[in-house]
């Protein structure tokens, strides 16, 4: 949610006014301070900036130097429902485990759970998109 605030203040002087902001030059009144017709508008704007968390990670194997396990811990919007969701990824190369975690951001609960064998996880991501060969 926004918030605006126009002020009017003298163009020479720069004194506070209590003037419409949309008067005309010919029925202003004359700056008490300095008695110029001049208007500056001066205008605020306000907003509601909110962060997320989140932290994401590799671990790499020392002889090959490809990663050997991933995750992902973090808040994510969920367009369908409209709400934040905390999302969790683990992916364990070496010991062949795929975990999928997500729960409601408020209360704690559990949404939706998946665990399985990494190479049976196949046609998620980019490996549904057309073209891409599966393994």
């Given amino acids: 949610m926004e918030d605006v605030a126009i002020s009017v203040v003298c163009g020479q002087c720069r004194t506070a006014l209590t003037e419409n902001?949309?008067?005309?030059?010919?029925?202003?009144?004359?700056?008490?301070?300095?008695?110029?017709?001049?208007?500056?508008?001066?205008?605020?704007?306000?907003?509601?900036?909110?962060?997320?968390?989140?932290?994401?990670?590799?671990?790499?194997?020392?002889?090959?130097?490809?990663?050997?396990?991933?995750f992902v811990t973090r808040?994510?919007?969920?367009?369908?429902?409209?709400?934040?969701?905390?999302?969790?990824?683990?992916?364990?190369?070496?010991?062949?485990?795929y975990r999928k975690v997500v729960r409601d951001r408020k209360t704690g609960q559990e949404l939706y759970r998946c665990e399985e064998s990494l190479r049976e996880h196949t046609g998620h991501g980019r490996t549904k998109l057309p073209g891409r060969r599966k393994k």
């Fill in 75 to 97: 808040e994510d919007y969920w367009r369908k429902t409209g709400e934040w969701r905390w999302y969790e990824v683990f992916i364990d190369r070496v010991r062949n485990i």
């Fill in 21 to 70: 902001p949309d008067a005309t030059p010919e029925t202003r009144e004359p700056c008490a301070q300095c008695g110029s017709t001049a208007r500056s508008l001066e205008v605020a704007v306000g907003a509601k900036v909110s962060t997320h968390a989140g932290i994401k990670g590799k671990g790499r194997q020392l002889q090959t130097g490809r990663p050997a396990f991933e």
